[in-house]
Nanobody, 125 residues
Framework: QVQLFESGGGSVQAGHSLKLSCTASGRTRGITTVAWFRQTPGNEREFVTAWPRFGGDSYDAESVKGRFVQSRDGAGTTMWLHLNGLKPEDTATYFC??????????????????WGQGTQVTVSP
């Protein structure tokens, strides 16, 4: 089992930045990919970015390319998502996700077994 905990959400004005954190505990050695998704009420959870833990480049949704940046600690158990140049349409609950499976490009919610509780990001005009 893997436990994930997000923090760092908040309310900001458009153009400002936030940094989200995701801390993993439990069976972290087996994690192959860590990702961030976001969701707004009444909509499906949307892929934001993912990091293949054992090689390969991270990959992002088109809507956040050039604005959101991932980073992580050396152990790969704490990940950060830097939200830069925030827009009102970035308002959502952001979730950290992890999988122990090997998937070439894990962009679907079905690719992940473990989820955090989410952290709210609100961007005002």
């Amino acid at each position: 089992q893997v436990q994930l905990f997000e923090s760092g959400g908040g309310s900001v004005q458009a153009g400002h930045s936030l940094k989200l954190s995701c801390t993993a505990s439990g069976r972290t050695r087996g994690i192959t990919t860590v990702a961030w998704f976001r969701q707004t009420p009444g909509n499906e959870r949307e892929f934001v970015t993912a990091w293949p833990r054992f090689g390969g480049d991270s990959y992002d949704a088109e809507s956040v390319k050039g604005r959101f940046v991932q980073s992580r600690d050396g152990a790969g158990t704490t990940m950060w998502l830097h939200l830069n140049g925030l827009k009102p349409e970035d308002t959502a609950t952001y979730f950290c996700a992890a999988t122990l499976r090997s998937t070439a490009r894990a962009e679907s919610v079905n690719d992940y077994e473990y989820w955090g509780q989410g952290t709210q990001v609100t961007v005002s005009p």
